[in-house]
């Protein structure tokens, strides 16, 4: 029951409500269906097809293949994050920060999506790898991905929501302990994600401003994954391989 509790306790029944597929169901896989057609659609897209087979070589005959689109009401509404970097009308030191700092893309999202509420947002980081651990669901293992890289390189909310970011590292702490040990290596190798993402969050802990108590547990975090798992935050992260201390 703790177990549980440690991996649910900001899924609020407002998160599953903006989350859940509307058909109550959570699948593995994406659900398709062919798109509907009529006897006139066919004859159009059989012609079509042989215009097509004479030009082109067997291999490249894609168009053959059946049209489908995703089951209605069955994809989990996960949010999208805005792919606006920085405010308009910023000068070309503040486009250079934002690049670097995801904190005006998360602010964006919380306030169109969630009312401004962090809370929410890590429910739907506990919703997305529940979903991924119980459900086998991989979309919500990206999704939970993506959400964890842009509260890790947002260095000005630290400062904001330091609550938040004290539960964001317990959250961590517990669902790292859960992940599978094929997909735990593919986090840490794919890109270099967890190490990579988890060394952004250090350093913003080591800014100025930062809440003691925060700073304090972020240090704690982290020589616990260095001491289990042997990685090296203090050093910039290979692009394509797990950092690792020299035994």
């Known amino acids: 029951y703790k177990q549980w509790v ?30 509907a057609s009529t006897t006139q659609s066919r004859r159009a897209s059989a012609l079509e097809e042989e215009m097509m087979d004479s030009d082109m070589a067997p291999k490249s005959k894609s168009h053959k293949l059946p049209k489908l689109k995703n089951v209605a009401g ?57 979903c991924f651990l119980v459900g086998l669901n991989y979309d919500s293992f990206e999704q939970w991905k993506k959400l964890v890289h842009l509260l890790c390189t947002s260095s000005d909310a630290v400062t904001q929501y330091p609550e938040a970011y ?8 517990f669902q790292i302990r859960e992940i599978p040990s094929d997909f735990f290596v593919d986090i840490v190798t794919c890109n270099n994600f967890l190490t990579a993402t988890l060394h952004e969050l250090f350093q ?18 982290q020589k616990h994954l260095t001491d289990k798992f042997k990685w090296d ?15």
Not at 166 to 173: F, G, K, T, V
């Open 6 to 35: 440690s991996l649910t306790n900001h899924i609020s029944k407002d998160v599953l409500d903006i989350l859940q597929p509307d058909c109550g169901i959570l699948y593995s896989v994406t659900q398709f269906e062919s798109e």
């Open 166 to 173: 004290l539960s964001l590292i317990a959250m961590l702490h």
């Open 74 to 130: 069955t994809k989990v509404k996960y949010t999208r994050i805005p792919k606006k970097k920085y405010p308009d009308g910023s000068n070309p030191a503040e486009i250079s920060k934002y690049n670097l700092d995801s904190s005006y893309t998360l602010e964006l999202l919380l306030t169109e999506r969630f009312g401004k509420d962090v809370n929410k947002l890590l429910g739907e980081i506990q919703f997305a790898f529940v």
């Open 204 to 221: 913003n802990l080591l800014g100025e401003n930062i809440d003691s108590k925060l700073r304090k547990k972020g240090l704690s975090f």
């Open 233 to 247: 935050f203090m050093s910039e992260p290979d692009d394509y391989a797990p950092v690792v201390v020299d035994s």
